[in-house]
């Protein structure tokens, strides 16, 4: 079946420690997301990439690192330069030309820094 | 993107309609709505979306008011499994969606 798939679904990892969640699809979708959640808050995008090898800082990359050397591909890694990184990150994709605009979500991946 | 305010939770008994209402005073003409949500710790899901006339899918009715500086979701039959977190959003394409922090509708027996 087409959909999204993020993995790990939970990580931890010590203060310190660069980690990177995985983030692929098989919608031939062209542009992909990231966004981070906490507790009772809705989401803050991250990173968005809306074609290989090309991808924008959200309203929240400030820690994080992103690539895009694949269209189904859209790693990212939280590095230790991001104060608070324990999170749900949310990853997301979308067809651009011809579609209505709908996001297609993973199942998240919740990391907690020990 | 256009900002958009929703009350932070709402009440529902199941099987009644359940009407989620969603204010975007501050919407330009290329901007659509939106509607997504989000059962505990899982990523949201699409519900509907529309530009300036009334839509209907499978899941929920859209109204947009002539204005458009409001809409309302409504979901027709509410059940216990349509207990989540709404989240109405304005975006004039890019499909950089801004999420706010949305309405808890608890459907209740």
């Known amino acids: 079946d087409g959909g999204i798939t993020q993995s790990p679904k939970y990580l931890f990892r010590k203060e310190g420690q660069n980690v990177t969640l995985s983030c692929e699809q098989n919608l031939n979708h062209d542009a992909m997301y990231w966004y981070r959640q906490d507790p009772g808050q809705g989401l803050r995008l991250i990173y968005y990439?809306?074609?290989?090898?090309?991808?924008q800082k959200g309203d929240i990359a400030e820690g994080y690192s992103v690539s895009r050397e694949k269209k189904e591909s859209f790693p990212l890694t939280v590095t230790s330069a991001q104060k608070n990184p324990t999170a749900f990150y949310l990853c997301a994709s979308t067809k651009l030309a011809g579609a209505n605009g709908e996001l297609f979500f993973g199942e998240g991946s919740r990391l907690t820094v020990l | 993107d256009a900002k958009t305010t929703q009350p932070p939770s709402m009440d529902c008994a199941e099987g009644r309609a359940a009407n989620l209402p969603c204010n975007h005073s501050?919407?330009?003409?290329?901007?659509?709505v939106y509607w997504y949500r989000q059962i505990h710790s899982q990523g949201p899901q699409y519900i509907i979306h529309?530009?300036?006339n009334n839509e209907t899918n499978e899941m929920a009715s859209l109204i947009i008011t002539e204005d458009r500086k409001s809409s309302t979701l409504i979901l027709p039959h509410a059940t216990l499994r349509d207990t989540a977190v709404y989240y109405c959003?304005?975006?004039?394409?890019?499909?950089?969606?801004?999420f706010g922090t949305g309405t808890q509708l608890k459907v209740e027996l």
């Open positions: 959003i304005i975006t004039g394409g890019g499909n950089k969606l801004t």
């Open positions: 501050t919407i330009s003409g290329n901007e659509y």
């Open positions: 990439s809306q074609i290989v090898n090309d991808f």
């Open positions: 529309g530009l300036k």
